[in-house]
Each structure stands twice: as structure tokens, then as C-alpha cells.
């Protein structure tokens, strides 16, 4: 509250007059402007680092999984080789989450049809909570579709679901509801800014030990935990509101010391037909047939290695180091070559530059992007091309095998 006296005086007479105005929306919009100020500043360090560390990282998975196929690897070998892959796959998800919460990562937005999709989290969300909490899922009876990335948003799910298991050591009630609701013209919005259209409302409240007045503010924030040391990162829940601002999505929490917290998620709504929630391409075989890819990255542990697992899949491999040289290998035959993975961020001819000049003088090229940075608006429309896919650095040998074949079995 701020509290403001005045006096005057008028024909010989004293006057006092005294106003009372409510700070708290102000104050929480400051809290919210200071808060996307802090994680501006932590997503550009994020976007400097993401690209070198991932390329560290990915060739180490490669390598590790490429030892994991010799055949007569001692036991102790491979289970050496398994801890080096799951360390490396730690440390690429700590890179995701920064990217997340950063709101720099990879998305996939489309019509997605969030009552199926909850129904879908409702039964892994079955397994994976204790018998303790008793998990409590509304619908409601209407189809709700949002304009969202099903595995961002099985992300942010997860790590609510978890986040209120941790609050309820002892168990108690875990509650998902989902709902409609449009904000007419006039009509105040829970968020200074927030258009005045149809939203698809996310709400996930539990009854554990709730949240101090004093760390309310921070939940959002990196590195911001209440645990034990070594029980938690911090980056949890700044990765979910990352990730819902990136959907161009709002979020609130409110919680109770000792009666629990409810987070509260707004999506836009989406009018177009829907596909399923967790829908997943998958390929009867990811070998290949001796196909021809023509491999064009920069960093060279990172290219010889991404080769060598082409080479194990049963394809045929032509390295270049550089954007202008790959489109000369390219335009000396055009019709062996079935496929082009390609680095997105080269010195002196990016990936999107190179699938430009090639894509105007041959109609039937494939490329698949390889990133390790944070994407920008112009990638993002040239990966919704048909002949155009991208895999974000780090990836498995099964993800780039499994991404190869899907290009290669589209039609010209």
C-alpha cells in the first residue's frame, strides 16, 4: 500500500486529505519484468556457450556409442563406455534446460490436441508417482486444442508432476485441470499484455508443503532451489517457464505455506485440426542401403565422427569442411549424392545458405541441419519445409539414423 497526505488551507480554514493506493499489481508486474530481464541476460550466455559444448558433447556420445557396437567388448568395457554416454547425455539435457528456460531452444509448435495429450500423461504420470499421491485428472467434456510442441510440453507436465512429488514427502492429492477461456474486449487479463483472445488454460496444483511468501518470488528463476545440495538443480521450473513463453504463453504460481501450490498456464488456443498428443516417427529399419550422404560440418571431431556412425549404418560418406565446398562436391554429381547433413553455423557458408543455392539448382535435395545453437525466426521457416529436417547437437547415433532414414523415405 502507499499512503500520501496532503493539507491545505483554504479561507482561513486547514484541510487534510489522505490517499491510499494498492502497489500490489505494480509491484508484481515489476517482480515479472525484472524476472525476464535476469533470464534475457543468462539466454545470451547460454546461446554462446550451447554450440561448443555440444559439439564436445556429441562427439563423445558418438565415439562412445560406436565402441558400444564392437563385438567382444569386455563387460567392464562396456559398462566404462555406457557411464561415459550417460554422463555426456546429462550434460547435453543441463545445455537443453538453459536453452529452455532461456527460451533459445528447438520447438516444434502445431495444432495439438491437449485433452489427448493429458490422457496420454495421466497414464505415464500412473507409473511414474508414488501409490502415496493420489493423481486426479479434469478434462472436462470439451476437445482443447492449443498450439504447442507435444515433447516441450510433456516436459513442462514432468517436471510440475515431479516438482509436487518432492513437496508431498507423505503423500497427498495431485490435481490437472484443463479448460477454455476467452478474455473479451474490455475485460482485464490475468497478465498486463495479454491478448484479449481464446486461451487454453492449464492448471496443476498440489497439496504438499507449499511455498514461503520470501522464495515465492524466485521459483522461476536458474538456480534457484530449496533442496538439499545435490537433490535438485535449480532448473526445473525456470525450464517450464521457458518453455511456456516460448509458445507465447503466460504463466502465475500461488501457494500456502502447508496447504500447497497451483501453477497456472495459459496457451493459445489453436482452431486448426489436431493431430495426437505424443506422436513419434518411426522407421522399420534405420540401416541404410548404401545410399550416399555428403557430410558438412566445420569441426572436425565432430565430422569425422558423425561419419563414422554413417559408415557403420551402411552409407556411403563424402566429408567436406565448408559450406562453398560441399555445393562443389554437390554440383559434380548432383545425382549421387541422396542426401546432405549439414552444420547450420559455418564460418563461411552456413548450412542455410548452402541449402539456398542448392535448392534453386536442384529441386530434389534433401538436407538435414545439424545445430548447436539456438534457432532463429528465418531457420524456423526453413525447417518446415518438407525436404528440410534438423537434429539439435548433442544427438545419439539412434536419432541421426533414426532423422536419415525419415528424409531418405520421403518421396521427391
Given at each position: 500500500m502507499?499512503?500520501?497526505?496532503?493539507?491545505?488551507?483554504?479561507?482561513?480554514r486547514?484541510?487534510?486529505?489522505?490517499?491510499?493506493?494498492?502497489?500490489?499489481?505494480?509491484?508484481?508486474?515489476?517482480?515479472r519484468?525484472?524476472?525476464?530481464?535476469?533470464?534475457?541476460?543468462?539466454?545470451q550466455l547460454?546461446?554462446?556457450i550451447?554450440h561448443?559444448f555440444?559439439n564436445?558433447l556429441?562427439?563423445?556420445?558418438?565415439?562412445?556409442?560406436?565402441?558400444?557396437?564392437f563385438e567382444?567388448?569386455?563387460?567392464?568395457?562396456?559398462?566404462?563406455?555406457?557411464?561415459?554416454v550417460?554422463?555426456?547425455k546429462r550434460?547435453?539435457?543441463?545445455?537443453?534446460?538453459?536453452l529452455?528456460?532461456?527460451?533459445?531452444?528447438?520447438?516444434?509448435?502445431?495444432?495439438?490436441d491437449?485433452?489427448?495429450?493429458?490422457k496420454e500423461?495421466?497414464?505415464?504420470?500412473?507409473?511414474?508417482?508414488?501409490?502415496?499421491i493420489r493423481?486426479?485428472?479434469?478434462l472436462?467434456d470439451?476437445r482443447?486444442?492449443a498450439?504447442?510442441?507435444?515433447?516441450?510440453?510433456?516436459?513442462?507436465?514432468?517436471?510440475?508432476?515431479?516438482?509436487?512429488?518432492?513437496?508431498?514427502?507423505d503423500?497427498?492429492?495431485?490435481?490437472?485441470?484443463?479448460?477454455?477461456?476467452?478474455?473479451?474486449?474490455g475485460q482485464?487479463t490475468?497478465?498486463?499484455?495479454?491478448?484479449?483472445?481464446?486461451w487454453?488454460?492449464?492448471?496443476v496444483?498440489?497439496?504438499?508443503?507449499?511455498?514461503?511468501?520470501?522464495?515465492?518470488p524466485?521459483?522461476?528463476?536458474?538456480?534457484?532451489?530449496?533442496?538439499?545440495?545435490?537433490?535438485?538443480?535449480g532448473?526445473?521450473l525456470?525450464?517450464?517457464?521457458?518453455?511456456v513463453k516460448?509458445?507465447?504463453g503466460?504463466?502465475?504460481?500461488t501457494?500456502?505455506?502447508?496447504?500447497?501450490?497451483?501453477?497456472?498456464?495459459f496457451?493459445?488456443a489453436?482452431?486448426?485440426?489436431?493431430?495426437?498428443?505424443?506422436?513419434y516417427?518411426s522407421?522399420e529399419?534405420?540401416?541404410?542401403?548404401?545410399?550416399?550422404?555428403?557430410?558438412?560440418e566445420d569441426?572436425?571431431?565432430t565430422?569425422?565422427?558423425?561419419a563414422?556412425?554413417?559408415k557403420?549404418?551402411?552409407?556411403q560418406?563424402?566429408?567436406?569442411?565448408a559450406?562453398?565446398q560441399?555445393?562443389?562436391?554437390?554440383?559434380?554429381?548432383?545425382?549421387?549424392?541422396?542426401?546432405?547433413?549439414?552444420d547450420?553455423?559455418?564460418?563461411d557458408?552456413?548450412?542455410?545458405?548452402l541449402?539456398?543455392?542448392?535448392s534453386?539448382k536442384?529441386e530434389?535435395?534433401?538436407?538435414?541441419?545439424?545445430?548447436?545453437?539456438?534457432l532463429?525466426?528465418d531457420?524456423?521457416?526453413?525447417?518446415?519445409r518438407?525436404k528440410?529436417?534438423?537434429?539439435?547437437?548433442?544427438?545419439s547415433?539412434?536419432s541421426?539414423?533414426?532423422?536419415?532414414r525419415?528424409?531418405?523415405?520421403?518421396?521427391?
Amino acid at each position: 500500500m502507499e499512503l500520501a497526505l496532503s493539507a491545505w488551507e483554504v479561507a482561513g480554514r486547514a484541510f487534510l486529505s489522505a490517499s491510499i493506493r494498492d502497489l500490489s499489481e505494480a509491484k508484481q508486474a515489476l517482480r515479472r519484468a525484472q524476472l525476464q530481464d535476469r533470464l534475457a541476460a543468462v539466454g545470451q550466455l547460454a546461446a554462446g556457450i550451447a554450440h561448443d559444448f555440444n559439439n564436445i558433447l556429441g562427439t563423445i556420445m558418438l565415439y562412445s556409442e560406436l565402441l558400444l557396437r564392437f563385438e567382444g567388448l569386455p563387460p567392464k568395457e562396456q559398462v566404462r563406455l555406457n557411464t561415459m554416454v550417460q554422463q555426456a547425455k546429462r550434460g547435453a539435457n543441463l545445455v537443453s534446460q538453459v536453452l529452455d528456460f532461456s527460451r533459445r531452444s528447438v520447438m516444434e509448435r502445431s495444432a495439438m490436441d491437449m485433452t489427448h495429450f493429458l490422457k496420454e500423461m495421466n497414464e505415464l504420470l500412473s507409473r511414474t508417482l508414488p501409490e502415496t499421491i493420489r493423481l486426479e485428472v479434469d478434462l472436462g467434456d470439451k476437445r482443447l486444442v492449443a498450439n504447442a510442441d507435444p515433447t516441450r510440453m510433456q516436459q513442462v507436465i514432468m517436471n510440475l508432476a515431479l516438482n509436487a512429488r518432492d513437496a508431498m514427502p507423505d503423500g497427498g492429492e495431485l490435481h490437472i485441470r484443463l479448460d477454455q477461456i476467452e478474455f473479451q474486449p474490455g475485460q482485464a487479463t490475468p497478465f498486463q499484455g495479454m491478448p484479449r483472445s481464446e486461451w487454453v488454460r492449464l492448471r496443476v496444483s498440489d497439496t504438499g508443503q507449499g511455498i514461503t511468501s520470501e522464495d515465492l518470488p524466485h521459483v522461476f528463476e536458474p538456480f534457484f532451489t530449496t533442496k538439499a545440495p545435490g537433490e535438485g538443480t535449480g532448473l526445473g521450473l525456470a525450464q517450464v517457464y521457458g518453455i511456456v513463453k516460448q509458445h507465447d504463453g503466460y504463466i502465475d504460481v500461488t501457494s500456502e505455506r502447508g496447504k500447497g501450490t497451483t501453477f497456472i498456464i495459459f496457451l493459445p488456443a489453436s482452431e486448426r485440426q489436431a493431430g495426437s498428443g505424443l506422436a513419434y516417427f518411426s522407421v522399420e529399419a534405420e540401416h541404410g542401403a548404401g545410399e550416399t550422404i555428403l557430410v558438412v560440418e566445420d569441426d572436425e571431431a565432430t565430422r569425422e565422427a558423425v561419419a563414422e556412425i554413417l559408415k557403420s549404418l551402411k552409407y556411403q560418406v563424402i566429408s567436406a569442411t565448408a559450406g562453398k565446398q560441399a555445393m562443389e562436391i554437390y554440383d559434380r554429381d548432383p545425382d549421387g549424392i541422396d542426401l546432405v547433413l549439414s552444420d547450420l553455423v559455418m564460418p563461411d557458408m552456413g548450412g542455410r545458405a548452402l541449402y539456398e543455392v542448392l535448392s534453386q539448382k536442384y529441386e530434389g535435395v534433401k538436407m538435414l541441419m545439424m545445430t548447436g545453437y539456438p534457432l532463429g525466426v528465418d531457420t524456423r521457416e526453413l525447417l518446415d519445409r518438407r525436404k528440410v529436417a534438423w537434429l539439435q547437437k548433442p544427438f545419439s547415433s539412434q536419432s541421426v539414423a533414426r532423422k536419415v532414414r525419415e528424409l531418405l523415405a520421403h518421396r521427391n
